[in-house]
């Protein structure tokens, strides 16, 4: 009997610090409570001190993951079992969340500090009312390019890749959307277009970049051109703000045949654990002091106009970057394609980055 018991005891201790190590990996992992938030974000898209900030000010202990794609986020948040109770995704990813119903609707009441966001940039088509997002950042996508070793020459138009005199020179980020977009733009397409003539005129069209094109890379884009290995790069513009800080030979512009306006999102998945938190969060980040902190450390546009007025002016008065609304009328939010259609763009861009091997 007593053999028995002691095998009892030891089971149970066992058992007892696996739930132990079980709670604290969910932890780690992103199963919180109403003392732990986990947030979901882009890499290095939030400056950290408002993290400490937000826990002194609340009690609440922030988890801060990131992800490196939308769709690398999404799948994560479908598939369950790690649980996250505020995330970041793009206007089109979030549109897709909503649609599989991976959102729960955002309580406005709150969040007062929403009165602060740009009306221009609330009541969009792929959130009406802002029942399940509320604008993060906001931008572009252009060309970056330096003046110095293109002899003064200024880049216009999207076409402008194709110059000869550009081989081996420019860097493309390696996005489906992005790259699949300017190369319907430059044919005058929308970069939501889905007509398969168009589509495959644009892909046959990036072929014959080909030779232009030095690589296509991820996040090292920004050091390859601060240090010159490169000419021109199609870059988000919350990039190039912070490639030009460390260059001053570097340029940007949004071309003007059109381009992708874009919107990250701050939204509460279905499964979180402290939603009441979440709306904390959200507000905190809303405040206008918190909104210019931010923007200025991450380098994008904020979508806050009183935290617009706080940032230094060479920042807030700058076009490239917080262009007026008669030129943002003449961008494209991307819409949500569709599973099918989404990944017929992906396999055209694929086919592309095979032909160049």
Avoid: C
């Amino acid at each position: 009997m007593k053999r028995l018991t002691r095998a009892f005891s030891v089971i149970f201790l066992i058992s007892f610090g696996l739930m132990y190590l079980t709670y604290y990996l969910n932890q780690a992992e992103g199963y919180g409570g109403k003392n732990t938030l986990t947030v979901y974000n882009w890499g290095d898209y939030i400056d950290e001190e408002l993290l400490e900030k937000f826990e002194e000010e609340t009690g609440i202990k922030v988890i801060y993951q990131t992800f490196d794609s939308n769709e690398a986020m999404m799948t994560k948040i479908e598939q369950g079992g790690t649980t996250f109770d505020v995330a970041v995704p793009s206007e089109y990813a979030m549109s897709k969340m909503k649609e599989e119903k991976l959102l729960l609707p955002i309580d406005q009441e709150k969040v007062p500090n929403l009165k602060y966001i740009e009306p221009r940039f609330m009541n969009l088509p792929f959130d009406p009312q802002n029942q399940y997002s509320i604008p993060y950042f906001w931008g572009t996508v252009g060309i970056i390019y330096n003046k110095e070793k293109l002899g003064g020459r200024e880049i216009k138009s999207w076409d402008d890749l194709w110059n000869p005199d550009f081989k081996n020179q420019i860097l493309l980020a390696d996005g489906a959307r992005e790259v699949m977009g300017f190369s319907l733009n430059s044919l005058h397409h929308s970069l939501n277009d889905t007509n398969e003539t168009h589509l495959q005129a644009a892909k046959a069209k990036l072929d014959r970049l080909t030779p232009n094109i030095k690589a296509i890379v991820g996040d090292e884009i920004k050091m390859l051109l601060v240090n010159e290995e490169a000419s021109l790069g199609v870059v988000w513009s919350g990039d190039a703000s912070e490639i030009m800080g460390e260059n001053e030979n570097l340029d940007y512009v949004v071309p003007e045949e059109g381009s992708n306006l874009w919107f990250d999102n701050m939204v509460i998945p279905k499964t979180a654990k402290n939603v009441e938190g979440a709306h904390k969060f959200i507000n905190f980040m809303l405040d206008p002091e918190n909104a210019a902190k931010n923007a200025e450390y991450v380098g994008y546009s904020t979508p806050n106009a009183e935290a617009l007025k706080l940032l230094p002016e060479e920042i807030s008065q700058d076009v490239r970057f917080y262009p007026p609304p008669e030129l943002t009328k003449k961008l494209e939010v991307y819409k949500n394609l569709g599973k099918k259609m989404l990944s017929h763009y992906n396999e055209l861009f694929l086919e592309f980055k095979m032909h160049r091997k």
